[in-house]
């Protein structure tokens, strides 16, 4: 397999250079060739949502996918109404921000009833589905690493992912892979192929040896234990060309000047992935 | 599901108490009515091999398993051998020890290549069964939770340790279950129920919301997010009635007084367990 020839696919995901606002990180991307973004909601809401499409629009660049949507448990059913609330303003945001993807992180159980819980995600996806087809939003399970299943996500494997997907059957729901929550996953492998046409979206960065908090010690691609481009193959091989976020929750790289960042991970993603 | 009725299965985990020598563990467990105590080799070498075995008779203790024997992959060859002729001395201090059940802890990869190390870890389980055989010693697999798949285990699910049993197909390989490791996994209860006959040990304490280093923040029996009776519940249609081992990696455990811990550990024991 062999590596990337450009950057022509490479998205900076926002909070990767968590310092910077909206403005500053699509201009960075605009000045280091990088084409795509992730946006955050956070971010969009501290710039202003028009404002933030602007400045995209203005820079050149694509929206690669809006993050976040979905944690959909809760305690009440009132509070469960909220969220899905939620969810359609994030549906919204994403039209407006001119990206058809939106990433589902679908939350945790408010008590130890992982079942309900996982039942609830998918009843909030389902609820979601008119809504998003109206807007021509796809909404993106990620799985998240299991780590994060008592705070995040009781959607923990691609598996899961994919059982809800078959289940709901409609073009407007697929899956996010991220290397980081998913290539321990002895299943990995056959589960990627069994999502082909489903995949909205890839994400890499690292997972580094040695323990710590598993929230904020993402590594930089190449630093770590994970077979990224084997694992770029095979989301290419189950039919995905779109965008590569890069997603790094780190506390060093957050450190780093955006520019350093952005040389480093355009480097390090044409090296590795 | 009614709760236990008294400590007649409660084992302690060493680690549990980590400031104890064998000597002041197994004195512990004697004053709290703790029959049972999971032992670990470096605390055995401490205190010396047939001194820790005197020790524990003379308490009246029962040697629920010996932690750990595994870390089966390496870089070489020969680093490989000496893994495995580490784990036939783990299964002759087992013999002295007089408890027939040695815990494996598998062992991450020397490097990127996941699938190689985990051929590795079944390769070495087969080459251990005749030596276990002679000494009547059983080998339970321990599926460590995915957080740990860089650093400490390759065998990530249960459903991995099912599948290395079946294909070994020897009396003398089984499995362990730690609510810590498998309680977010989606295919759990299948799995239980696919394991049994070869469980060769239940081990509890829970998973702390919040996040931090997972190594060092499990949790008291109550305190998170698992749900242990329905665990156990499972585990016992399965055909296990053998010692629940309390191990808990925990600072604030560890700066309990031991007595303390244990009357916390009872208590909490006959209330979630």
């Given amino acids: 397999m062999p590596p990337l020839e450009d950057l022509s696919r490479l998205s900076l995901n926002q909070i990767t250079t968590r310092g910077w606002s909206v403005r500053e990180a699509a201009e960075g991307c605009a000045r280091a060739g990088v084409p795509w973004i992730g946006l955050w909601r956070d971010k969009v809401a501290e710039a202003g949502l028009k404002e933030s499409a602007r400045i995209v629009r203005d820079t050149g660049l694509k929206v690669s996918s809006l993050c976040r949507g979905g944690m959909f448990p809760a305690a009440s059913k009132a509070e469960r109404a909220v969220r899905i609330d939620d969810n359609r303003r994030a549906v919204d945001e994403a039209t407006v921000l001119d990206t058809d993807v939106l990433v589902l992180v679908c939350g945790a159980a408010p008590d130890r009833d992982i079942d309900t ?115 770029r193959e095979a989301v290419e091989a189950a039919g995905y060309d779109g965008p590569i976020e890069v997603e790094i929750f780190n506390e060093q790289v957050w450190t780093m000047p955006g520019d350093d960042a952005l040389a480093l991970i355009s480097a390090r993603y044409l090296e590795h992935v």
């Fill in 117 to 231: 819980a996982r039942k609830t995600v998918e009843e909030g996806i389902e609820l979601l589905i008119p809504y998003a087809t109206e807007a021509g939003v796809r909404l993106g399970i990620e799985p998240l690493h299991p780590v994060f299943a008592a705070d995040r996500s009781v959607i923990s494997t691609l598996g899961q992912a994919n059982d809800i997907v078959e289940r709901l059957d409609s073009p407007q729901v697929g899956v996010i892979i991220d290397v980081y929550h998913v290539w321990w996953d002895p299943e990995l492998y056959r589960e990627i192929e069994r999502t082909a046409g489903h995949i909205l979206g890839f994400h890499v960065n690292d997972w580094l040896r040695g323990g710590g908090d598993p929230l904020m010690s993402r590594g930089m691609m190449g630093d770590g234990a994970i077979e990224l481009r084997r694992m």
